[in-house]
């Protein structure tokens, strides 16, 4: 029995030469214009509120490059919403307001897929690797973007959560859980397998089940926050995640 919120491919399985394990913020979809518009309404959403109340707020909006260079550097919200001219109870409401917002769909439809990765999935499909996503996003969202660029159909499993905010906060001891989980499913088969995803808690989640990791820096972390829990790889991209996997591109 697959694992909850995992859903297994139609076709036959056979067992592959190699699994990949993926993320999908970050390795496949591009989430900065969401995160920045998130940021964006929960300010104002923030001052309604306040103004509401006769209270006038002095924000000082940050750039969407000021913006995700903080994400990429683990800059927490409350920080981020410190830097904009919040305090006190104006960054509780803030914050509420982020995680009430980030996953609604008036905001998913800014997702954009990043380039080249639907090349560089269905070359790894063609060389015959088991492809799994791993994500913390809701399973049902994760399947119809999937869907919508024809990449679900690529996919041996895909495992998801049931939490709106999950990938948002980016729960690494839940990520590990999901990993684990859809690892004990396919042990018997595993052969040559890999973790690829953006963030600690991918690495973190490959590493705690002994799964070599390769993160990217296309998502939401710089490569030196990367670096700081050492994986086994740290390349720019799907793209050449692939080629390095596949063995036609230098190890970088």
Same mark, same amino acid.
């Given at each position: 029995?697959?694992?909850? $919120?995992?859903?297994?491919?139609? &076709?036959?399985?056979?067992?592959? #030469?190699?699994?990949?394990?993926? /993320? @999908? /913020?970050?390795?496949?979809?591009?989430?900065?214009?969401?995160?920045?518009?998130?940021? *964006?309404?929960?300010?104002?959403?923030? *001052?309604?509120?306040?103004?509401?109340?006769?209270?006038?707020?002095?924000?000082? +909006?940050?750039?969407?490059? *000021?913006?995700?260079?903080?994400?990429?550097?683990?800059?927490?919200?409350?920080?981020?919403?410190?830097?904009?001219?919040?305090?006190?109870?104006? %960054?509780?409401?803030?914050?509420?307001?982020?995680?009430?917002?980030?996953?609604?769909?008036?905001?998913?439809?800014? /997702?954009?897929?990043?380039?080249?990765?639907?090349?560089?999935? $269905?070359?790894?499909?063609?060389? $015959?690797?088991?492809?799994?996503?791993?994500?913390?996003?809701?399973r049902n969202?994760?399947? #119809?973007?999937?869907?919508?660029?024809?990449?679900?159909?690529l996919f041996?499993? %895909?495992?998801?959560?049931?939490?709106?905010?999950?990938?948002?906060?980016?729960?690494?001891?839940?990520?590990?859980?999901?990993?684990? $989980? +859809?690892?004990? &499913?396919?042990?018997?088969?595993?052969?040559?397998?890999?973790? %690829?995803?953006?963030? &600690?808690? /991918?690495?973190?989640?490959? #590493?705690?089940?002994?799964? =070599?990791?390769?993160?990217?820096?296309?998502?939401?972390?710089?490569?030196?926050?990367?670096?700081?829990?050492?994986?086994?790889?740290?390349?720019?991209? @799907? %793209?050449?995640? +692939?080629?390095?996997?596949?063995?036609?591109? =230098?190890?970088?």
């Open positions: 029995m697959a694992p909850p $919120g995992c859903k297994r491919a139609l &076709e036959a399985d056979s067992s592959p #030469q190699m699994t990949v394990f993926c /993320d @999908l /913020d970050g390795p496949i979809v591009d989430v900065s214009d969401r995160y920045y518009a998130t940021y *964006q309404q929960g300010l104002a959403d923030t *001052q309604t509120a306040f103004l509401a109340r006769g209270c006038s707020l002095n924000l000082q +909006v940050l750039t969407k490059q *000021q913006f995700w260079q903080m994400k990429q550097n683990r800059v927490v919200d409350t920080e981020i919403a410190k830097i904009s001219g919040l305090k006190g109870e104006e %960054i509780h409401v803030f914050l509420g307001c982020v995680s009430r917002i980030v996953n609604l769909p008036d905001l998913l439809h800014l /997702d954009r897929i990043q380039p080249g990765v639907q090349w560089a999935i $269905g070359l790894l499909h063609s060389r $015959g690797v088991r492809l799994i996503l791993v994500t913390l996003r809701p969202q994760a399947i #119809q973007l999937l869907q919508n660029y024809g990449l679900a159909r041996t499993c %895909i495992c998801g959560t049931q939490m709106a905010d999950a990938a948002y906060h980016n729960y690494t001891a839940l990520k590990t859980e999901l990993l684990a $989980g +859809v690892a004990e &499913e396919f042990e018997s088969s595993l052969g040559n397998a890999w973790m %690829i995803g953006d963030t &600690e808690a /991918d690495i973190l989640a490959g #590493q705690a089940l002994g799964i =070599p990791t390769i993160a990217v820096t296309c998502g939401i972390r710089s490569r030196h926050q990367l670096q700081l829990h050492q994986p086994s790889f740290i390349l720019s991209d @799907l %793209i050449i995640a +692939v080629h390095h996997l596949l063995g036609s591109a =230098p190890q970088l």
